[in-house]
Every structure is written in structure tokens, then in C-alpha cells.
């Protein structure tokens, strides 16, 4: 048995005006989704517990079946076991993201988490000189991909600084920042890194960039996880382009799969994933494909992107995988980790649509169409979220619908 996981970051949705009153889920072309949710089981997943912030972080962290309320310290620590980073138990590991603001003080406001969807070699030079002027014996900065960083501060796990309440900077777009300023000035020492590496981007000549200030979140102690293969029987992999999947899956022993090409965005190289998930499915039993554009369409609040993103997630990662695997004993799992309505342009815990389907599924819901309704007039909720992959491969094997 062959067990395909295939997530569309943040595809969940409302009702859009411009859409008639559809949800882009209903609104794009979904043909493969559709027969999957016809011939499988459909439901809804709540992936965030209740009480914790609805980040991808999390809701990832449920669907290869780990319970974040038990296992989740940051989004911080996630990413930093995908970068392999030598941490001590007693760091606090931050997110960071190149940001662009306007001005950044008490009337600030936050234009643009992603600095412009800022290149990851661009991003990495902005690093580097930020790490010559500002690195010391308690704060080192990591790069990562894109706008997606690292800072380090060693012994801040047993500071306030491990208590301080900064704002996912894709919470608040278009949003003032006075708020998180005052957050930040709490820690003299990390308010210096901020406040010092955003004069630093504002007045570097060679920065052509829209990056003008650095924005530290999501921190935490460093991550452990109990090996997935031990857990649930299964050799796994994950293929995504952010570092969040990518350290879920190293901090739980999987194997992590880079694809070249892999951007996180709408021009991602969707053929690589599915040819890399094929590749990994000659040796191994489970592979959680990760698609990140949804997401960002949804925090872009575009609503034209996003409707096309689920399309070439259906056309171009689902279409390949059930055409090369439907005949091959293969269980797929369709789901999104968590809503990301562009009415809000960022994420809600509401539960989210999944489609567990093999062929000669012995009772399927036979649902006309796999979108939010349907999914939710099934009246079938997993809860909590966790506990989806377990109850996917019982049900798998009592051939149960």
C-alpha cells in the first residue's frame, strides 16, 4: 500500500462576491478532486485545536498526526530542524521575515510580509551584511528561502523574551505595527537587532529590494518529534518548498526531498514534485506532497491566483499521481491545512475540506463535488485533527466509508 498525502496550503475559503458567491474551491476546475471526493470519503478535519493560532505550522503538524498541543514549541524551531541547526536546549529559535513597512515606529504599518516575494539569492546578501554588522555572542541570524529566516538567541528560552506576543506579519498586513513595537521594545537587546537591522535595509545602497525592516516571530525551544516510521508503520517523505513541512518531516526522521524549482508560489515546478513523489514511492510507503501557492494568493488576496492555483494543484499534481497510482493499491488524502479567505487575507481555524479515496472504496460519500459544503454537509468531523492520518489508514484497512 502506497499512501499519498496532497496538501493546497490555505485553500479552504468563503463565498467571493466576484466568484458568485463560490468559494474558489468551488469556483476552479477540479475534475480529479471531484471524482476523488465522488469515490472516497469526505468530511471535515479540524486542524487547529482550539485555543492555538491557525498557522500552517500547526495545522501541518496534525496532518502527519502529531498532536500540536502536546508536541508544538514555535514556528521558529520547525523551520530551524529544516535548516539541520546546532541548538541548545535553551535557545529561542525566531522566524524571521524581510519585511516592507511604512516607516517603523508607533505610526508604522505593515505593507508587505514577504518584502515583495523578495528572491532567495537577493534575500541571502541582505543576510549576510545584516550578520557582519549585528551578529554577537546571543543573537546569530540564519538565512533561509526567500523571506523566510532565522534568528537564534542563545539562552533566550529561559528570558521573557520566550513570552513576548509579536503578530504573524501575514496577520497583519496594511495593519499598524505600533503594537508589536511595544512588544519588542520589552527585550532591550532584541528591540537593538530590530530597530538596528531595519536602519541598516533602509539605508544600504545596494539594497534594490523592497526589504526595509526584519520582523522576528514565532519562537520557541527546540522541536522534538517521535519518529514517523515508528508511529505509524510507514517509510515517509516530504516534498515541499517552505521550511516548515521540510522541518516537521526531518524533526520526525522522514526523508525531506528538494526539487529544484520549487518556489512556493504559482510558478512552481509541479512536475518535479509529482516526479519526485513517484521516484520516492519505489522505496518507500508515504509521501506528503506540499503546495504552498494557494497560501499566498489567499494573503495577496488574489482572487484570480488563487482559483488558478487550486487548478493547476488538481491538473497538475493530483491529475499525474492518480493517473501513475490509482491502479497500484495507492490511498490519496486531499486536504488544505487551513482556510486562508481572502476576505481576510490570512488564516482561520475553521475545520477544512478532506477527501480520503482509494479505488474500491466500499462506501463512499458520494459527493457531487469536493468543496467546503459538500464537505461539511457529510456531517463527518474529525476532531481532533491529529487523529486523521490513524483513523485514514484504519479505515483503509476495514475498507470503510
Given at each position: ?9 490555505g ?7 466576484s ?5 474558489p ?20 478535519c479540524r486542524?487547529v485545536?482550539?485555543g ?7 495545522a ?5 498526526g ?12 520547525i523551520?530551524?530542524?529544516?535548516q539541520g541547526?546546532d ?11 524581510l519585511?516592507?513597512t ?7 504599518v505593515?505593507?508587505d510580509?514577504s518584502a515583495?516575494?523578495i ?11 545584516l ?10 541570524l540564519?538565512?533561509g528561502?526567500?523571506y523566510?529566516h ?16 509579536i ?5 497583519i498586513t496594511d495593519?499598524?505595527?505600533?503594537p508589536d ?9 532584541l ?11 533602509r539605508?544600504?545602497s ?13 519562537q520557541g525551544?527546540?522541536?522534538?518529534l517521535?519518529r514517523f ?7 515517509g ?8 513541512v521540510r ?8 526523508e525531506?526531498?528538494e526539487?529544484?524549482?520549487?518556489t ?19 522505496r ?6 506540499h503546495?504552498e ?6 494573503h495577496?488576496g488574489d482572487v484570480?491566483?488563487k ?7 488538481d ?5 499525474p ?7 497500484e ?7 488544505c491545512?487551513h ?8 488564516h482561520h481555524?475553521?475545520?477544512?475540506p ?16 469536493f468543496?467546503?459544503d ?9 476532531d481532533?485533527?491529529h487523529?486523521?492520518l490513524?483513523?485514514a ?8 466509508g
Amino acid at each position: 500500500m502506497k499512501f499519498v498525502v496532497c496538501i493546497a496550503d490555505g485553500m479552504g475559503d468563503w463565498p467571493v462576491e466576484s466568484l458568485g458567491g463560490k468559494t474558489p474551491l468551488m469556483a476552479a476546475d477540479t475534475p480529479i478532486m471531484d471524482r476523488l471526493a465522488r469515490e472516497g470519503i469526505v468530511g471535515l478535519c479540524r486542524t487547529v485545536p482550539h485555543g492555538m493560532p491557525p498557522g500552517s505550522d500547526v495545522a501541518n503538524m496534525s496532518l502527519l498526526g502529531f498532536d500540536p498541543a502536546t508536541h508544538h514549541t514555535g514556528r521558529g524551531p520547525i523551520e530551524a530542524a529544516a535548516q539541520g541547526l546546532d541548538t541548545e536546549p535553551d535557545d529561542l529559535i525566531w522566524r524571521l521575515n524581510l519585511v516592507t513597512t511604512d516607516g517603523f515606529d508607533e505610526n508604522g504599518v505593515m505593507r508587505d510580509y514577504s518584502a515583495g516575494h523578495i528572491a532567495t539569492d537577493a534575500a541571502a546578501e541582505l543576510i549576510a551584511a545584516l550578520k557582519k554588522r549585528l551578529d554577537d555572542e546571543t543573537f546569530t541570524l540564519h538565512p533561509g528561502v526567500q523571506y523566510r529566516h532565522l534568528l537564534v538567541q542563545r539562552g533566550g528560552a529561559a528570558t521573557a523574551d520566550a513570552g513576548l506576543t509579536i503578530r504573524p506579519p501575514h496577520d497583519i498586513t496594511d495593519q499598524g505595527i505600533a503594537p508589536d513595537l511595544t512588544e519588542y521594545a520589552k527585550s532591550p537587546a532584541l528591540w537593538r537587532i530590530v530597530r538596528e537591522a531595519s536602519e541598516i535595509l533602509r539605508s544600504m545602497s545596494g539594497n534594490a529590494t523592497r526589504a526595509n525592516a526584519v520582523w522576528p516571530w514565532g519562537q520557541g525551544r527546540s522541536l522534538a518529534l517521535p519518529r514517523f516510521e515508528a508511529a505509524f508503520g510507514l517509510k515517509g517523505a516530504v516534498i515541499s518548498a517552505v521550511d516548515l513541512v521540510r522541518g516537521l518531516g526531518r524533526a520526525s526522521g522522514m526523508e525531506v526531498i528538494e526539487v529544484p524549482g520549487a518556489t512556493g508560489l504559482l510558478d512552481t515546478n509541479y512536475a518535479g514534485k509529482v516526479e519526485a513523489a513517484l521516484r520516492f514511492l519505489e522505496r518507500g510507503d508515504f509521501v506528503y506532497v506540499h503546495l504552498e501557492g494557494p497560501d499566498e494568493c489567499g494573503h495577496g488576496g488574489d482572487v484570480a491566483g488563487k482559483v488558478e492555483a487550486i487548478r493547476r494543484f488538481d491538473a497538475l499534481v493530483l491529475d499525474p499521481l492518480t493517473r501513475a497510482l490509482w491502479d497500484e493499491e495507492a490511498v490519496f488524502l486531499t486536504t488544505c491545512d487551513h482556510l486562508t479567505p481572502l476576505a481576510l487575507r490570512t488564516h482561520h481555524a475553521a475545520p477544512v475540506p478532506f477527501a480520503l479515496s482509494w479505488k474500491g472504496c466500499s462506501r463512499p460519500s458520494s459527493v457531487s463535488a469536493f468543496n467546503e459544503d459538500t464537505a461539511k454537509a457529510t456531517g463527518l468531523l474529525v476532531d481532533p485533527g491529529h487523529t486523521l492520518l490513524s483513523r485514514a489508514l484504519a479505515w483503509h484497512v476495514d475498507g470503510q466509508g
